[in-house]
Protein backbone atom coordinates (compact mmCIF):
# COMPACT_ATOMS: atom_id res chain seq x y z
CA UNK A 1 0.00 0.00 0.00
CA UNK A 2 1.30 3.37 -0.23
CA UNK A 3 2.46 5.52 2.37
CA UNK A 4 -0.75 7.43 2.57
CA UNK A 5 -3.05 4.56 2.96
CA UNK A 6 -0.48 3.44 5.87
CA UNK A 7 -1.35 6.70 7.91
CA UNK A 8 -5.07 6.62 7.11
CA UNK A 9 -5.72 2.82 8.24
CA UNK A 10 -3.53 3.65 11.81
CA UNK A 11 -5.62 6.45 12.23
CA UNK A 12 -8.79 3.97 11.78
CA UNK A 13 -7.42 1.74 14.45
CA UNK A 14 -6.75 4.44 16.95
CA UNK A 15 -10.25 5.79 16.43
CA UNK A 16 -12.12 2.19 17.18
CA UNK A 17 -9.58 1.93 20.19
CA UNK A 18 -10.94 5.45 21.39
CA UNK A 19 -14.30 4.64 21.15
CA UNK A 20 -14.09 1.59 23.33
CA UNK A 21 -11.86 2.79 26.20
CA UNK A 22 -8.71 1.89 24.52
CA UNK A 23 -10.00 -1.92 24.77
CA UNK A 24 -10.41 -4.19 21.91
CA UNK A 25 -13.17 -5.74 21.41
CA UNK A 26 -13.99 -9.38 19.97
CA UNK A 27 -16.01 -9.51 16.93
CA UNK A 28 -19.32 -10.03 17.64
CA UNK A 29 -21.00 -13.59 16.51
CA UNK A 30 -24.60 -11.31 16.56
CA UNK A 31 -23.09 -8.74 13.72
CA UNK A 32 -22.96 -11.78 11.60
CA UNK A 33 -26.00 -13.67 12.62
CA UNK A 34 -24.45 -17.11 13.14
CA UNK A 35 -21.53 -18.73 15.61
CA UNK A 36 -18.25 -18.59 14.61
CA UNK A 37 -17.21 -21.78 12.80
CA UNK A 38 -14.28 -23.71 13.45
CA UNK A 39 -11.20 -23.55 11.69
CA UNK A 40 -11.05 -26.03 8.62
CA UNK A 41 -9.94 -29.45 8.83
CA UNK A 42 -11.32 -29.46 12.76
CA UNK A 43 -14.31 -31.01 14.20
CA UNK A 44 -16.02 -28.94 17.10
CA UNK A 45 -15.63 -30.97 20.09
CA UNK A 46 -18.89 -32.02 22.55
CA UNK A 47 -19.50 -30.72 25.95
CA UNK A 48 -18.22 -33.79 28.37
CA UNK A 49 -20.75 -35.42 30.84
CA UNK A 50 -19.34 -35.60 34.38
CA UNK A 51 -19.06 -39.07 35.68
CA UNK A 52 -21.36 -39.51 38.83
CA UNK A 53 -18.38 -40.58 41.58
CA UNK A 54 -19.75 -43.04 43.87
CA UNK A 55 -19.91 -42.15 47.44
CA UNK A 56 -18.39 -43.88 50.65
CA UNK A 57 -21.93 -45.52 51.16
CA UNK A 58 -22.32 -46.66 47.47
CA UNK A 59 -19.06 -48.26 47.50
CA UNK A 60 -20.00 -49.80 51.11
CA UNK A 61 -23.20 -51.58 49.56
CA UNK A 62 -21.74 -52.69 46.41
CA UNK A 63 -19.12 -54.55 48.56
CA UNK A 64 -21.29 -55.83 50.42
CA UNK A 65 -23.65 -57.04 47.91
CA UNK A 66 -20.39 -58.61 46.24
CA UNK A 67 -19.75 -60.79 49.42
CA UNK A 68 -22.92 -61.20 49.87
CA UNK A 69 -23.27 -63.05 46.86
CA UNK A 70 -20.13 -64.81 47.22
CA UNK A 71 -21.01 -66.07 50.57
CA UNK A 72 -24.15 -67.36 49.25
CA UNK A 73 -22.95 -69.02 46.16
CA UNK A 74 -20.84 -70.83 48.79
CA UNK A 75 -22.78 -72.07 50.93
CA UNK A 76 -25.30 -73.73 48.25
CA UNK A 77 -22.19 -75.17 47.18
CA UNK A 78 -20.93 -76.13 50.01
CA UNK A 79 -24.70 -78.30 50.88
CA UNK A 80 -24.50 -79.32 47.48
CA UNK A 81 -20.92 -80.85 47.60
CA UNK A 82 -22.18 -82.44 50.89
CA UNK A 83 -25.05 -84.26 49.21
CA UNK A 84 -22.71 -85.10 46.41
CA UNK A 85 -19.77 -86.72 48.77
CA UNK A 86 -22.36 -87.69 51.44
CA UNK A 87 -20.50 -85.81 53.92
CA UNK A 88 -22.11 -84.60 57.40
CA UNK A 89 -25.52 -86.99 56.31
CA UNK A 90 -27.51 -88.61 59.72
CA UNK A 91 -27.03 -92.43 59.78
CA UNK A 92 -29.78 -93.80 57.65
CA UNK A 93 -30.22 -97.17 55.98
CA UNK A 94 -33.42 -97.59 53.35
CA UNK A 95 -34.85 -99.98 50.92
CA UNK A 96 -35.21 -98.53 47.46
CA UNK A 97 -37.39 -100.45 44.61
CA UNK A 98 -36.36 -99.88 40.97
CA UNK A 99 -38.84 -101.17 38.59
CA UNK A 100 -38.40 -101.88 35.31
CA UNK A 101 -38.79 -98.59 32.93
CA UNK A 102 -38.18 -96.16 36.04
CA UNK A 103 -36.30 -93.23 34.61
CA UNK A 104 -33.44 -91.12 36.13
CA UNK A 105 -36.16 -88.66 37.15
CA UNK A 106 -38.00 -91.15 39.10
CA UNK A 107 -34.71 -93.22 40.42
CA UNK A 108 -33.82 -89.62 42.01
CA UNK A 109 -37.92 -88.75 43.41
CA UNK A 110 -37.08 -92.17 44.98
CA UNK A 111 -33.39 -91.85 46.51
CA UNK A 112 -34.91 -88.48 47.89
CA UNK A 113 -38.41 -89.85 49.26
CA UNK A 114 -36.46 -92.20 50.87
CA UNK A 115 -33.86 -89.59 52.50
CA UNK A 116 -30.83 -90.44 50.83
CA UNK A 117 -30.37 -88.00 48.72
CA UNK A 118 -31.41 -83.94 49.75
CA UNK A 119 -31.30 -82.10 45.97
CA UNK A 120 -32.70 -84.19 43.20
CA UNK A 121 -31.58 -81.08 40.51
CA UNK A 122 -28.15 -81.65 41.80
CA UNK A 123 -28.43 -85.95 41.51
CA UNK A 124 -29.88 -85.49 38.10
CA UNK A 125 -27.56 -82.99 36.92
CA UNK A 126 -24.75 -85.38 38.05
CA UNK A 127 -26.21 -88.58 36.69
CA UNK A 128 -25.89 -86.13 33.20
CA UNK A 129 -22.28 -85.79 33.42
CA UNK A 130 -20.99 -88.80 34.62
CA UNK A 131 -23.59 -90.64 31.84
CA UNK A 132 -26.41 -92.52 33.78
CA UNK A 133 -29.37 -92.16 31.43
CA UNK A 134 -31.75 -94.77 29.70
CA UNK A 135 -34.32 -96.59 31.69
CA UNK A 136 -33.80 -99.41 34.44
CA UNK A 137 -33.30 -102.35 32.68
CA UNK A 138 -32.21 -101.14 29.20
CA UNK A 139 -29.75 -103.09 27.79
CA UNK A 140 -26.92 -100.10 28.22
CA UNK A 141 -28.62 -98.68 31.23
CA UNK A 142 -26.54 -98.38 34.81
CA UNK A 143 -29.71 -98.85 36.99
CA UNK A 144 -31.07 -102.19 37.47
CA UNK A 145 -34.52 -103.41 38.66
CA UNK A 146 -34.61 -104.45 41.83
CA UNK A 147 -35.09 -103.74 45.66
CA UNK A 148 -31.37 -102.35 47.27
CA UNK A 149 -30.68 -101.89 50.64
CA UNK A 150 -29.08 -98.20 50.59
CA UNK A 151 -27.80 -95.69 53.47
CA UNK A 152 -26.43 -92.38 53.62
CA UNK A 153 -22.90 -93.50 53.99
CA UNK A 154 -22.86 -93.70 49.93
CA UNK A 155 -22.31 -90.79 47.47
CA UNK A 156 -24.04 -90.47 44.71
CA UNK A 157 -21.42 -92.50 42.68
CA UNK A 158 -21.86 -95.21 44.78
CA UNK A 159 -25.38 -94.83 45.00
CA UNK A 160 -25.89 -95.62 41.55
CA UNK A 161 -23.07 -98.58 41.52
CA UNK A 162 -25.23 -100.11 43.84
CA UNK A 163 -28.04 -99.72 42.03
CA UNK A 164 -26.47 -102.22 39.18
CA UNK A 165 -26.77 -105.70 38.07
CA UNK A 166 -23.39 -106.80 39.58
CA UNK A 167 -24.47 -104.69 43.35
CA UNK A 168 -24.05 -106.74 46.48
CA UNK A 169 -26.30 -103.96 47.82
CA UNK A 170 -29.20 -105.82 46.16
CA UNK A 171 -31.71 -107.79 48.06
CA UNK A 172 -32.20 -111.40 47.52
CA UNK A 173 -35.20 -113.88 48.81
CA UNK A 174 -35.24 -117.78 48.64
CA UNK A 175 -38.44 -119.31 47.69
CA UNK A 176 -39.30 -122.83 47.92
CA UNK A 177 -41.57 -124.33 45.44
CA UNK A 178 -42.88 -127.70 46.56
CA UNK A 179 -44.16 -130.37 43.59
CA UNK A 180 -47.32 -130.30 42.68
CA UNK A 181 -47.34 -126.75 42.49
CA UNK A 182 -49.63 -124.84 39.51
CA UNK A 183 -47.81 -121.85 37.73
CA UNK A 184 -51.03 -119.48 39.03
CA UNK A 185 -49.94 -120.49 42.41
CA UNK A 186 -45.91 -120.06 41.87
CA UNK A 187 -46.58 -116.87 40.26
CA UNK A 188 -48.74 -115.90 43.39
CA UNK A 189 -45.57 -117.34 45.63
CA UNK A 190 -43.40 -114.82 43.67
CA UNK A 191 -45.17 -112.17 43.82
CA UNK A 192 -45.78 -112.41 47.97
CA UNK A 193 -42.02 -112.73 47.69
CA UNK A 194 -41.43 -109.71 46.17
CA UNK A 195 -39.70 -111.37 43.21
CA UNK A 196 -41.76 -110.42 40.43
CA UNK A 197 -45.75 -109.57 40.02
CA UNK A 198 -48.40 -112.13 38.92
CA UNK A 199 -48.95 -109.62 35.90
CA UNK A 200 -45.24 -109.35 35.01
CA UNK A 201 -45.16 -113.18 35.42
CA UNK A 202 -48.02 -114.24 33.40
CA UNK A 203 -47.17 -111.88 30.37
CA UNK A 204 -43.42 -112.89 30.21
CA UNK A 205 -44.87 -116.61 29.88
CA UNK A 206 -47.36 -116.18 27.42
CA UNK A 207 -45.29 -114.03 25.40
CA UNK A 208 -41.72 -114.34 25.41
CA UNK A 209 -40.15 -117.18 23.06
CA UNK A 210 -37.78 -119.03 25.82
CA UNK A 211 -35.45 -121.07 23.70
CA UNK A 212 -35.66 -124.83 24.66
CA UNK A 213 -36.40 -127.04 22.25
CA UNK A 214 -39.06 -129.06 24.27
CA UNK A 215 -41.20 -125.90 24.29
CA UNK A 216 -41.66 -125.83 20.91
CA UNK A 217 -45.08 -126.85 19.85
CA UNK A 218 -46.70 -127.01 23.35
CA UNK A 219 -48.78 -124.43 22.97
CA UNK A 220 -48.42 -121.06 20.42
CA UNK A 221 -47.21 -117.86 21.96
CA UNK A 222 -50.00 -115.73 23.88
CA UNK A 223 -51.30 -118.32 26.24
CA UNK A 224 -49.57 -118.52 29.85
CA UNK A 225 -49.72 -122.02 30.50
CA UNK A 226 -47.64 -122.53 28.07
CA UNK A 227 -44.97 -122.66 31.16
CA UNK A 228 -47.10 -125.43 33.10
CA UNK A 229 -45.09 -128.02 33.99
CA UNK A 230 -41.72 -126.85 32.91
CA UNK A 231 -41.36 -124.63 36.32
CA UNK A 232 -38.92 -127.16 38.07
CA UNK A 233 -39.72 -127.18 42.02
CA UNK A 234 -37.39 -126.32 44.06
CA UNK A 235 -35.75 -124.15 46.47
CA UNK A 236 -34.27 -120.97 44.59
CA UNK A 237 -32.49 -117.50 45.65
CA UNK A 238 -34.22 -114.87 43.53
CA UNK A 239 -33.10 -110.63 43.21
CA UNK A 240 -36.18 -109.06 44.82
CA UNK A 241 -37.81 -107.07 41.92
CA UNK A 242 -35.72 -109.18 38.79
CA UNK A 243 -36.40 -109.19 36.03
CA UNK A 244 -39.19 -111.97 35.02
CA UNK A 245 -37.82 -113.46 32.34
CA UNK A 246 -34.87 -114.21 34.28
CA UNK A 247 -37.15 -115.75 37.25
CA UNK A 248 -38.92 -118.13 34.59
CA UNK A 249 -36.04 -119.01 32.83
CA UNK A 250 -34.20 -120.13 36.26
CA UNK A 251 -36.79 -122.59 36.39
CA UNK A 252 -37.14 -123.79 33.37
CA UNK A 253 -33.34 -124.40 33.12
CA UNK A 254 -33.72 -126.22 36.24
CA UNK A 255 -35.85 -128.50 34.49
CA UNK A 256 -33.30 -129.06 31.81
CA UNK A 257 -31.06 -130.60 33.64
CA UNK A 258 -33.55 -132.91 35.63
CA UNK A 259 -35.05 -134.30 32.29
CA UNK A 260 -32.25 -135.81 31.28
CA UNK A 261 -31.05 -137.18 27.34
CA UNK A 262 -31.58 -140.46 28.73
CA UNK A 263 -35.20 -139.63 29.79
CA UNK A 264 -36.04 -137.87 26.39
CA UNK A 265 -34.50 -140.71 24.52
CA UNK A 266 -36.81 -143.39 26.70
CA UNK A 267 -39.94 -141.10 25.30
CA UNK A 268 -39.12 -140.95 21.76
CA UNK A 269 -38.56 -145.21 21.86
CA UNK A 270 -42.14 -144.91 23.19
CA UNK A 271 -43.22 -143.03 20.13
CA UNK A 272 -44.06 -139.68 22.40
CA UNK A 273 -42.71 -136.66 23.07
CA UNK A 274 -40.99 -134.47 26.58
CA UNK A 275 -44.52 -132.56 26.79
CA UNK A 276 -45.98 -135.88 27.00
CA UNK A 277 -43.79 -137.38 29.79
CA UNK A 278 -44.63 -133.51 31.37
CA UNK A 279 -48.27 -134.29 31.22
CA UNK A 280 -48.54 -137.90 32.80
CA UNK A 281 -46.17 -136.54 35.56
CA UNK A 282 -47.95 -133.92 36.73
CA UNK A 283 -51.66 -136.01 36.85
CA UNK A 284 -49.16 -138.82 38.28
CA UNK A 285 -47.97 -135.61 41.32
CA UNK A 286 -51.84 -134.44 42.02
CA UNK A 287 -52.71 -138.12 42.30
CA UNK A 288 -49.83 -139.67 44.08
CA UNK A 289 -49.83 -140.39 47.99
CA UNK A 290 -46.37 -140.23 47.75
CA UNK A 291 -45.36 -143.49 47.40
CA UNK A 292 -46.75 -144.87 44.59
CA UNK A 293 -45.58 -142.84 41.13
CA UNK A 294 -44.69 -145.78 39.30
CA UNK A 295 -48.22 -147.55 39.98
CA UNK A 296 -50.30 -144.68 39.22
CA UNK A 297 -47.91 -144.07 36.21
CA UNK A 298 -48.62 -147.94 34.83
CA UNK A 299 -52.81 -146.71 35.14
CA UNK A 300 -52.25 -143.93 32.83
CA UNK A 301 -50.14 -145.74 30.42
CA UNK A 302 -52.47 -148.95 30.03
CA UNK A 303 -55.55 -146.97 30.04
CA UNK A 304 -53.74 -144.75 26.85
CA UNK A 305 -52.38 -147.70 25.09
CA UNK A 306 -55.62 -150.23 25.60
CA UNK A 307 -58.48 -148.35 24.16
CA UNK A 308 -60.13 -151.35 23.94
CA UNK A 309 -60.45 -152.01 27.78
CA UNK A 310 -62.98 -151.15 30.06
CA UNK A 311 -61.96 -147.62 30.49
CA UNK A 312 -61.84 -147.14 26.42
CA UNK A 313 -59.28 -144.94 26.21
CA UNK A 314 -60.56 -142.34 28.86
CA UNK A 315 -57.97 -141.21 31.89
CA UNK A 316 -60.98 -140.45 34.28
CA UNK A 317 -58.78 -138.45 36.41
CA UNK A 318 -60.45 -136.29 38.97
CA UNK A 319 -57.21 -133.73 39.44
CA UNK A 320 -57.35 -132.89 35.39
CA UNK A 321 -61.37 -131.50 35.74
CA UNK A 322 -60.34 -129.55 39.51
CA UNK A 323 -57.40 -128.05 37.67
CA UNK A 324 -60.05 -126.20 35.47
CA UNK A 325 -63.08 -125.97 37.77
CA UNK A 326 -60.98 -125.99 41.23
CA UNK A 327 -62.39 -126.48 44.54
CA UNK A 328 -63.06 -130.48 45.64
CA UNK A 329 -65.81 -131.60 44.35
CA UNK A 330 -65.33 -133.20 40.82
CA UNK A 331 -67.81 -132.32 38.23
CA UNK A 332 -67.52 -135.18 36.00
CA UNK A 333 -69.73 -133.67 33.35
CA UNK A 334 -67.88 -130.22 33.16
CA UNK A 335 -67.70 -128.93 29.68
CA UNK A 336 -63.77 -128.46 29.83
CA UNK A 337 -60.69 -130.67 27.05
CA UNK A 338 -59.18 -131.21 30.94
CA UNK A 339 -62.73 -133.58 31.75
CA UNK A 340 -60.60 -136.65 30.96
CA UNK A 341 -64.43 -138.46 32.09
CA UNK A 342 -65.79 -136.97 28.37
CA UNK A 343 -62.35 -136.93 26.34
CA UNK A 344 -59.71 -139.48 25.35
CA UNK A 345 -56.13 -139.10 25.43
CA UNK A 346 -54.03 -136.44 27.79
CA UNK A 347 -55.53 -133.12 28.80
CA UNK A 348 -54.47 -130.35 26.68
CA UNK A 349 -51.50 -129.61 29.19
CA UNK A 350 -49.73 -130.44 32.65
CA UNK A 351 -51.75 -129.81 35.23
CA UNK A 352 -48.83 -129.34 37.76
CA UNK A 353 -44.97 -128.77 37.80
CA UNK A 354 -44.16 -132.46 38.63
CA UNK A 355 -40.98 -133.37 40.63
CA UNK A 356 -37.99 -135.84 39.78
CA UNK A 357 -39.68 -138.61 41.12
CA UNK A 358 -43.22 -138.07 39.42
CA UNK A 359 -41.12 -137.33 35.80
CA UNK A 360 -38.71 -140.48 35.98
CA UNK A 361 -42.14 -142.19 36.77
CA UNK A 362 -43.51 -141.35 33.97
CA UNK A 363 -40.92 -142.25 31.57
CA UNK A 364 -40.50 -145.26 33.32
CA UNK A 365 -43.84 -147.01 34.86
CA UNK A 366 -43.84 -149.86 36.55
CA UNK A 367 -45.01 -153.12 34.45
CA UNK A 368 -48.49 -153.69 35.87
CA UNK A 369 -52.24 -155.17 34.83
CA UNK A 370 -53.97 -152.33 36.62
CA UNK A 371 -56.55 -149.99 35.19
CA UNK A 372 -57.74 -148.55 38.19
CA UNK A 373 -57.08 -147.06 41.98
CA UNK A 374 -58.56 -145.89 44.66
CA UNK A 375 -57.62 -143.59 48.06
CA UNK A 376 -58.64 -146.33 50.90
CA UNK A 377 -59.97 -145.28 54.55
CA UNK A 378 -56.30 -146.18 55.88
CA UNK A 379 -54.91 -143.22 53.38
CA UNK A 380 -53.46 -145.12 50.87
CA UNK A 381 -54.02 -146.15 47.23
CA UNK A 382 -55.50 -149.40 45.99
CA UNK A 383 -54.91 -150.95 42.79
CA UNK A 384 -57.03 -153.11 40.54
CA UNK A 385 -57.42 -154.65 37.40
CA UNK A 386 -61.37 -154.73 37.10
CA UNK A 387 -64.44 -152.31 37.51
CA UNK A 388 -65.78 -154.50 39.29
CA UNK A 389 -62.86 -154.95 41.79
CA UNK A 390 -62.73 -151.44 42.13
CA UNK A 391 -66.54 -151.05 42.58
CA UNK A 392 -66.18 -153.51 45.30
CA UNK A 393 -63.75 -152.37 47.19
CA UNK A 394 -65.57 -148.36 46.99
CA UNK A 395 -68.54 -150.42 48.84
CA UNK A 396 -66.03 -151.60 51.45
CA UNK A 397 -64.94 -148.01 52.19
CA UNK A 398 -66.31 -145.96 54.92
CA UNK A 399 -64.80 -142.82 52.96
CA UNK A 400 -67.73 -143.40 50.10
CA UNK A 401 -70.29 -144.12 52.15
CA UNK A 402 -72.47 -140.88 51.24
CA UNK A 403 -71.22 -140.53 47.82
Known sequence: MSQEDYHNEGRQETSSHANHGGKRLAPSSRSSGRAPSAPEGQQRSRPRK????????????????????????????????????????????AVVEIKEGDTV?????????????????????????????????????????????LNTDMDYRALISSM????????????????????????????????????DLEETAANYDFKFSFLQGVLPLGDAKRLEG????????????????????KMILRFDQIFTDEMRQTMTDKGMSVNDAVIIASMIEKETDGTDQGKISSVIYNRLNNPTSETAGYLNIDATI????????????????????????LPPTAISCPGVDA?????????????????????????????????????????????
Not at 171 to 197: C, D, N, R, S
Request: proline share 3%; hydrophobic share 35%.
Open 105 to 149: DQVADKLKDAGLIEYKFVFKLFCSFTHVSGQAGDDDAKITPGSYE
Open 359 to 403: LKAAVNPDSTNYYYYALGDDGVHHFFRSSSEHQSFLNSQELYKND
Open 50 to 93: KRKRLGSWGILIYVVCVLGASVLLAGVSWMWANDILALNKAPLT
Open 230 to 249: YLFPDTYEFYMGEDPVSVLN
Open 164 to 199: GSSSANRLTTTVTIPEGTTEAQIFEMLEKAGVATVE
Open 322 to 345: LYVTGGTQVNTQADTPYNTYTHKG
